[in-house]
């Protein structure tokens, strides 16, 4: 990782680098190439929002729109998507509004609308897990209980 600012790098284990002029055509081969590369996508609540609208739907925003097509082209074999951004921003809501059970309902009802929307990617959790994590961890901000040890290069708890 490169910060430019300061011409640092940062390296850790082997790396291969390539360096070349773009063109239109070799950062369309780069695209098509990351594509095929089996990849586990994280979405948020907005990702997981617009999951729940059909195309017609998210039209009018093209922010949305873009998401939504671009969804679609992650939609292959290869990919998988995990819900768990969106499930602990809704499980940390400090707003929470909801009772447990409309928090279960709704989460269950997004996690389907992904499942629903990706025909050939799947989505990694089980129903089973995001009720029990909703269950273990909700009203708990655990955010706060772990610190970041950079030279272990873990979280603790």
């Known amino acids: 990782m490169a910060l430019p600012e300061s011409g640092e790098e940062f390296r850790r284990g082997p790396q291969i680098r390539l360096t070349s002029e773009a063109s239109p055509e070799l950062d369309a081969l780069m695209s098509r190439w990351s594509d095929e590369i089996p990849t586990l ?4 609540i907005c990702v997981a929002n617009v999951t729940k609208r059909s195309r017609q739907a998210v039209e009018g925003d093209a922010r949305k729109a873009a998401l939504f097509d671009r969804l679609k082209e992650l939609d292959k074999q290869q ?3 995990s819900y768990l951004l969106a499930l602990t921003e809704k499980v940390n809501d400090s707003r929470g509004q909801l009772t447990d059970a409309e928090l279960e309902e709704q989460i269950l009802r997004d996690a389907a609308a992904l499942r629903a929307f ?4 799947r989505v990694i959790e089980s129903d089973e897990f995001l009720v029990s994590y909703v269950r273990a961890l909700r009203r708990t901000p655990h955010e706060l209980s772990l610190s970041y040890s950079p030279l272990a290069g873990q979280f603790r708890g």
């Open 41 to 44: 996508y994280f979405v948020d």
């Open 79 to 81: 990919h998988s998507f």
């Open 118 to 121: 990706f025909v050939h990617a």
